[in-house]
Structure formats: structure tokens, C-alpha cells
């Protein structure tokens, strides 16, 4: 059974960088027929996408938030990351790691979500 | 591009029917047919409910079905039972980038 599993600090200070780790277990994150995405939530609002990225380390960016992330990918490890820098409050939420259907396009598997409070 | 809208509240009781709407723009609801429906319960991930436009995961009851005219996506709850009180999101392929939207969500009540 796949499963994701996201990882990092739940608290970072305004304008430092947020970085979490999303780990699969179950299948190879080099499964050319999916790819992996990385989407946020903030407390009691609706959900928005960040970004996503092919183990082939291709990378596709919300373009409101492109100047600030980077997603990388380590496939020795069965991992891939998000990196988020100069964050703000409007930072605040949960994010989530997912995987994507290459063709179909779709997020069928979610890892639980963490979240991640910007705050001194 | 803006967010896929959706109505933010919709209620049924239990046994009726309910749908619920999404509509974006020829640039991605209209243009692709990678339009996928999520439920989620309060404090729980998001759950696929319905993939390029109506079709359905194994595991999903077949209560749930969806269809798309045009630049709006509908997602319709037959029989509504009370565990289908939640959130439910559209989201979209928009083309370019692999840019994804989702719509602002709908939350559905049973009474």
C-alpha cells in the first residue's frame, strides 16, 4: 500500500526558508507513470497547489509562488522536498505531499499533512 | 488564473440528491478533461473521489458521480448518506506547466 509521509519543522520564523521532506513508501518515486506534487491549506481555507516535479527532477510551479520554491527530488532515497523561502504569515498551513497520475492528471494518493505555522 | 469556483455551501437530506458545481474557463475546465473531485473530512487529508471528469476509483460508491458541459464541472450525491458531510473540491488541469487549480471548496451538510 503507498504511503506518503511529510516531515519538518512545524514552526519557522518570517522571512527565514520552510522546508519539508515528503517520504514514499510502497512504490518507486521513479514510476514514470506518476509524479509527485506538493499542495497547501491554509487553516479554514480551500486547498491550492504548489508545484510538482517528475523523478526525472522536471519541476512545474505555481506561478504565484514560483520566485520562492524550489522542489527537488532524491530517488536513492524515495523522497522529494519543498522548499519555500521568505515566508510570511500567509505561509501559515498544512501542506501536503501527493502523488499524480501522469496521464490522468489526478492526486490519488495524499500523505496525512503537516502543518506549518510562520511565527517568531 | 484564478481559483475554480464553486458554491460554498450545499445540504441535502439523507436518501436525496445533491450536486455541486465548478466552473472555470475554456483554459482549463473547458479545454481538458482532467477535471478530479476531493472529499475531505474536517482534520483529514483531501480523498479522491472522481478523476478525468467522471470517472471513479475503485473503492468509491457509485453514488458519486460527475459529469462537465462546457466550462462547468458538476459533481452530484445520490442517496446522500450522513458520512458524506464534508468538503468537497474540483480541481483542473490548466494547460501550460502542468498548472494545476482547485476550486474554493463546497461544504456539504447532511440534515
Known amino acids: 500500500q503507498l504511503q506518503l509521509q511529510e516531515s519538518g519543522p512545524g514552526v519557522v520564523n518570517p522571512s527565514e526558508t520552510l522546508s519539508l521532506t515528503c517520504t514514499v513508501s510502497?512504490?518507486?518515486?521513479?514510476?514514470?507513470?506518476?509524479?509527485w506534487g506538493w499542495i497547501r491549506q491554509p487553516p479554514g481555507k480551500g486547498l491550492e497547489w504548489i508545484g510538482s516535479?517528475?523523478?526525472?527532477?522536471?519541476?512545474y510551479y505555481n506561478p504565484s509562488l514560483k520566485s520562492r520554491i524550489k522542489i527537488s527530488v532524491d530517488t536513492s532515497k524515495n523522497k522529494f522536498s519543498l522548499k519555500l523561502s521568505s515566508v510570511t504569515a500567509a505561509d501559515t498551513a498544512v501542506y501536503y505531499c501527493?502523488?499524480?497520475?501522469?496521464?490522468?492528471?489526478?492526486?490519488?494518493?495524499w500523505g496525512q499533512g503537516t502543518l506549518v505555522t510562520v511565527s517568531s | 488564473q484564478s481559483a475554480l469556483t464553486q458554491p460554498p455551501s450545499a445540504s441535502g437530506s439523507p436518501g436525496q440528491s445533491v450536486t455541486i458545481s465548478c466552473t472555470g474557463t475554456?483554459?482549463?475546465?473547458?479545454?481538458?478533461?482532467?477535471v478530479s473531485w476531493y472529499q475531505q473530512h474536517p482534520g483529514k487529508a483531501p480523498k479522491l473521489m472522481i478523476f478525468?471528469?467522471?470517472r471513479r476509483p475503485s473503492g468509491v460508491p457509485d453514488r458519486f458521480s460527475a459529469s462537465k458541459s462546457g466550462n462547468t464541472a458538476s459533481l452530484t450525491v445520490s442517496g446522500l448518506q450522513p458520512e458524506d458531510e464534508a468538503d468537497y473540491y474540483c480541481?483542473?488541469?490548466?494547460?501550460?506547466?502542468?498548472?494545476?487549480?482547485f476550486g474554493g471548496g463546497t461544504k456539504l451538510t447532511v440534515l
Open positions: 501527493a502523488r499524480v497520475g501522469s496521464i490522468t492528471r489526478r492526486f490519488d494518493y
Open positions: 510502497g512504490d518507486s518515486i521513479s514510476n514514470s507513470i506518476y509524479y
Open positions: 516535479i517528475y523523478s526525472s527532477g522536471s519541476t
Open positions: 475554456s483554459s482549463d475546465v473547458g479545454g481538458y478533461n482532467y
Open positions: 478525468e471528469v467522471s
Open positions: 480541481s483542473s488541469y490548466a494547460g501550460s506547466d502542468d498548472y494545476v487549480l
